[in-house]
């Protein structure tokens, strides 16, 4: 059974504008599983809708193999979040916020010392987290989220302004808590992060899911989704010397054929400069995918 | 109830080193620098040669109370308890914990009427103690061969605190409504500004404005509205039962728009 099931997801604010279209996602137990997209893509909005912080306009979402809209309550007691920027009291010391999330949790507050030793904040834990840099008030966003000990942790961008031994340290804990047996959802838009650490991968582009699966199977589509396009003199003759089943598709002088490898590239010019066929360009296409991951990229350098 | 508890003790700690409680001194501080400075200044008119000073002490504290602080001092207390949440942006992280949004809203409220009765203790505390010092000044009041009559006052902040509920409720709906702060408050002054007027000018209006209600619940010699009644039933006078009824019906409507609202 996995943690979580989300089917036919639809939301949107207004009618005529869609946020999320029909989308379909499963997290595998004890995976972590990357969610990954760009800036706006939607990957907030789902969290929001999974947690139902948001109503979907349709479509269910099962957790723990329970619907969400009827078994709230406990699925929410196994289940830790960090939405963004966490929320903080900036009057209040690590301290305070983890004693008000036992109060919530109904936790004993031995477990207080144990977490913030866990993200790293136990010498700053008086300090009013006002005084806190972004990275350790996302620091103590993890640590109320993991107070409870949750089964299913949700987090959305959680390294977001952390320093890259922050960063390090943050996928040290969540590796080190998927051996533990809990599942993982985890946002991001740093395509680097998620390939290091998630074992199966969501990409979700404009509301829609592009992609899903393991590490392997992200890695076989990306073969699949390569293709090479071709401008020839006599695209009808060249597709009679194209290597078998490669041909996707015609438009005017160009083709567009699967990716070849470095020899059968070779092989095919010489066979088209054999046939007197006259070669204005050849080159390779970026796939959906690949186009979205140069996004992610240019976000990030941005 | 029971499950509300460990609600409303993580409330308390959120206020640690908040501003609320600089609101709730501010309340007893005005009421008590009021009725002090008024009895210092005009101490001819003010004795009263066999009649218990601490009785017209608390009256004069009462008025002052009632018609001055009570309307301002309800709005900042409400909408800097809802702030502390707003500041921290904290309603996804409460709605996505093993609660209803109804606990939390029920617990906020009652956080609220808490500290309103806490502040009443306040004021109490020091009208008291002003009362006392002002013996020292001016002995002839005869402070000191008097028992303060902690039953009276009480019992007529609490006919106040009843008749406050409309607006606590009216300002709570308005603070989660409007998310920005500056609403609730501006609707605040302005609902105080009209509802003295109303009040003073003994309008039967005033028995319908939540602002106005704590404000026409006792006279205290100052001015009468003569559309007050007593109910024989209830033992509360019709200013009570309506600030009841608005309590009641802000309180409905805050949760019906909080169990639905979208936490963005």
């Known amino acids: 059974m996995p943690t979580l099931e989300v089917q036919d997801l639809h939301f949107s604010y207004q009618r005529q504008h869609p946020i999320l279209t029909d989308l379909n996602f499963t997290v595998p137990t004890q995976s972590i599983y990357g969610f990954l997209g760009r800036n706006g893509a939607g990957k907030s909005t789902t969290i929001r809708n999974i947690l139902g912080l948001l109503q979907p306009n349709r479509g269910s979402i099962q957790i723990f193999g329970e619907d969400m809209k009827q078994a709230k309550r406990p699925i929410f007691r196994r289940i830790g979040a960090l939405i963004e920027a966490p929320s903080l009291y900036p009057n209040l010391s690590a301290q305070d916020h983890l004693r008000i999330a036992c109060r919530y949790q109904a936790v004993d507050e031995t477990r207080i010392p144990i977490v913030l030793k866990q993200v790293g904040l136990f010498d700053a834990r008086t300090k009013p987290s006002r005084h806190y840099s972004t990275g350790m008030k996302q620091r103590l966003g993890l640590a109320m989220a993991l107070l409870h000990e949750p089964d299913f942790l949700i987090l959305d961008e959680p390294i977001n302004g952390l320093d890259p031994q922050g960063i390090s340290d943050v996928r040290e804990l969540l590796l080190d808590l998927q051996q533990q047996g809990k599942t993982i959802l985890l946002s991001s838009h740093l395509l680097s992060e998620i390939e290091k650490i998630a074992s199966h991968v969501g990409i979700i582009k404009d509301g829609t899911l592009l992609f899903e699966g393991d590490q392997k199977a992200l890695q076989n589509w990306k073969q699949e989704q390569q293709q090479l396009e071709i401008s020839v003199s006599n695209p009808e003759r060249a597709k009679e010397l194209l290597p078998a089943n490669t041909f996707v598709q015609q438009d005017r002088q160009r083709i567009i054929v699967q990716q070849l490898d470095e020899k059968a590239v070779a092989q095919l010019v010489r066979d088209l400069v054999k046939a007197e066929l006259e070669v204005y360009e050849i080159k390779r296409l970026t796939s959906d995918l690949e186009q979205l991951f140069m996004e992610i990229n240019q976000d990030i350098v941005s | ?264």
Not at chain 2, 16 to 38: N, R
Not at chain 2, 237 to 251: C, K, P, R, T
């Open chain 2, 1 to 264: 109830m029971r499950q509300m508890l460990p609600l409303f003790r993580s409330e308390i700690i959120k206020l640690k080193s908040s501003p609320v409680w600089y609101i709730l001194m501010l309340g007893m501080i005005l009421t008590a620098t009021g009725v002090f400075i008024g009895h210092l200044l005009d101490v001819h008119n003010m004795v009263r040669i066999n009649v218990d000073p601490w009785e017209r002490y608390f009256r004069a504290a009462l008025a002052i109370f009632n018609l001055f602080i009570v309307v301002p001092y309800t709005v900042l207390l409400v909408s800097a308890v809802i702030f502390v949440e707003q500041r921290a942006n904290a309603w996804k992280y409460l709605y996505t914990l093993p609660h209803s949004r109804g606990k939390f809203y029920f617990t906020k409220w009652t956080l609220v009427a808490f500290l309103y009765v806490l502040s009443i203790f306040f004021l109490l505390t020091g009208v008291v103690l002003s009362g006392y010092w002002l013996d020292i000044l001016r002995p002839e009041y005869e402070f000191v061969y008097h028992q303060p009559q902690f039953g009276y006052l009480l019992q007529e902040m609490g006919h106040v605190f009843v008749a406050s509920l409309g607006v606590i409720s009216f300002q709570y709906w308005l603070s989660l409504r409007f998310r920005n702060i500056l609403v609730p408050l501006g609707v605040g002054v302005f609902g105080f500004v009209f509802g003295i007027i109303m009040s003073v000018t003994g309008q039967k209006l005033a028995l319908y404005l939540p602002y106005s209600l704590p404000m026409i619940v006792r006279d205290f010699d100052m001015f009468r509205n003569e559309h007050i009644q007593d109910s024989f039933i209830t033992g509360l006078n019709n200013v009570e039962l309506h600030s009841i009824l608005m309590a009641a019906l802000f309180l409905i409507l805050g949760y019906w728009q909080e169990r639905s609202r979208k936490v963005e």
